[in-house]
Structure formats: C-alpha cells, structure tokens
C-alpha cells in the first residue's frame, strides 16, 4: 500500500452489524429485541477524525460501542480498525492486548474506568506496563506524564490519591489520560460528559477537539445531543430503533435530512444555526 492510500484507508469500518438481546428461550422459542440492525459505517483515515452517534434513548448506542469495545458479542457483522478485525460475530480477531492498543475506552461514569483499590498513579503504572510499547515499558511514568499534560494535568495532582479524592470532572479528566496511555488508534466515548458538572462539559469537548487535531488519535463520541455532535464531528450518524437513519458529514446532514428523525432533532433545537458548525 503506498503512503498517500494508506492515509486514506478507514480507521474504522463497521460492517452489517447485528445484535439481538434475548429470544430462543430453551422452551419456547422467542423472537428477542433487536439492539442493532445491519449497521454499517465507517470513519475516514485522516488524522483525528471523529464520528459522532446520535440518538434517543434505547437506540442502540450503547450496544455499537460495547460491541467496538468486545464487551459485548455482536450477532453478525465486522469491526475493522486500521485495517484490523477488532470485533463483531464469529470473525477472526486480534487478541485482548491488541485490541487495547488501538482502541480506548471513555465511559460514561468515570468511576468505571479505574480501581477502587488502587491509587490512581498506580492503575495508570499498571496501565502503562501492560499496553505500552517498549519506551513505556522502559519508563511508564514518563508515558503517564505525557498522557496528564495533554489533558492539562500533572504527576502530583495524584499524589497517591485514590478516585473518592477527585470530583466527577477531574476524573474524567484523568480517565481521558488513562486511555491516551496505550497510544490508541481509536477511543470511544461513551456520553463522557452526561455525569460532569455542567459548567465543565464544553471544557471537555473542547479536549477532544484539541486532542484529535494534536494527537491524531480518532474518536466516536456517543451523544443525545445533536448540537455538540455537530460542533465536534467530521461524520454523524443519526440512530434509531437500532438503524443508522442518516450518516455523513454533519453540514450535508443539516443541510438536507434523510430521514423525517433527523429533522425532527433538528427542530427541536431552536437555537441550532450556521454558527454551530462554522
Ligand atoms: N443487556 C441487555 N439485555 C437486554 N436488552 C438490552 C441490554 N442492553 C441493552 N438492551 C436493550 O437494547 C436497546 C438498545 O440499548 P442501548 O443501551 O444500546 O441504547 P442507547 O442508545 O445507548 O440508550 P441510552 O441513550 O439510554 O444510553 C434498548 O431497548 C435496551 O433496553
Ligand atoms: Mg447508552
């Protein structure tokens, strides 16, 4: 592959995904819930893009990124990111370590994402030494210093501190870090501002911002809120009942809906204009 097509090539492709919770009872034979129905989407290779995935409650979000994140089997269908199969149904797939050196969670609870026996530091040692390269096996704090200062953070905010010693936003913050440690490829996020303190929730996204355009890493961003996923993403796609009903560049999506959905969200946003995506 030469230089210039590999930098074109997906980081991440979705293919014919599908996801049923439940059914085929051992007696009795039930049709179960569709979470997810034939998705497919797909991000391109430039440096730190981000998909952004919208939709109401119940609209399978959670499902897509559990499955990306192999926490949950999907029914059919592939993940490939960078040209690896992560995820899907019955696919062949890279081991636990790979998979964790090209794709990073960010939770919803930043409390998931750490021990509650641990000092913090001390996680993000452990963190370092199992999905760092060789330089990080070397010298994981310096691995863990970097991570804190693209973050806006240093070393002696932990200070041996456990995570009761952070509020809600500092460890989000610090959980960003956490996943910037193995070097991904991809991090996705799973509506990583919905329980931060609303006066530090543009100060977040403002982060991804910064930290797809300097990193290069890409990210999905899970939101219920059409107005952010516009200020931040490269492709939207709008989820319902388990389908992606429009998917694209954001501005070509405002600017003329697929579906009577996406211009029901749109409308319910008063305030959404030029401004938002300019
Ligand atoms: N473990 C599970 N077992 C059974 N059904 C589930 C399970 N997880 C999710 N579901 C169902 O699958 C559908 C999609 O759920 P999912 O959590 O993916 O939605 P979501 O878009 O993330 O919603 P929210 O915005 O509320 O987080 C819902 O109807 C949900 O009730
Ligand atoms: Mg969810």
Redesign the pocket.
Request: charged share 25%.
């Given at each position: 592959m030469t230089g210039a097509s590999a930098a074109s090539a997906p980081i991440l492709e979705i293919e014919g995904l599908r996801?049923t919770?439940?059914g085929n009872g051992f007696f009795v034979k039930r049709a179960g819930?569709v979470?997810?129905n034939d998705v497919s989407l797909s991000l391109g290779g430039g440096r730190g893009q981000v998909l952004a995935i919208v939709?109401?409650?119940?609209?399978?979000?959670?499902?897509?990124?559990?499955i990306i994140l192999r926490l949950?089997k999907a029914d059919a269908g592939v993940v490939r990111v960078a040209g690896e199969a992560i995820a899907g149904g019955g696919v062949q797939t890279v081991n636990d370590r790979r998979l964790r050196q090209l794709v990073q969670p960010i939770f919803?609870n930043p409390f998931e994402a750490f021990s509650l026996h641990l000092p913090v530091e001390e996680y993000l040692v452990r963190t370092a030494i199992n999905l760092g390269d060789e330089a990080t096996a070397r010298s994981p704090e310096a691995t863990i210093a970097d991570a804190l200062s693209a973050v806006g953070l240093s070393r002696t905010t932990l200070a041996g501190k456990g995570i009761r010693a952070f509020s809600g936003g500092e460890l989000q913050r610090i959980s960003i870090a956490r996943a910037l440690i193995a070097k991904p490829r991809l991090i996705v996020a799973?509506?990583p501002v919905s329980m931060v303190d609303a006066s530090l929730r543009m100060t977040i996204v403002n982060l991804f911002r910064e930290l797809s355009r300097e990193l290069g890493v890409a990210f999905v961003y899970?939101t219920?809120d059409l107005s952010t996923a516009c200020y931040l993403s490269d492709q939207m796609a709008i989820?319902r009942h388990?389908e992606v009903v429009d998917f694209g560049v954001p501005d070509d999506i405002l600017g003329s809906p697929k579906s009577p959905y996406t211009k029901a969200l749109m409308d319910a946003i008063p305030t959404l204009d030029r401004r938002w995506i300019d």
């Open positions: 996801k919770y439940g819930h979470a997810l939709g109401e409650s119940g609209s399978g979000k959670t499902t897509l990124a559990r949950v919803q799973d509506e899970i219920h989820m388990g």
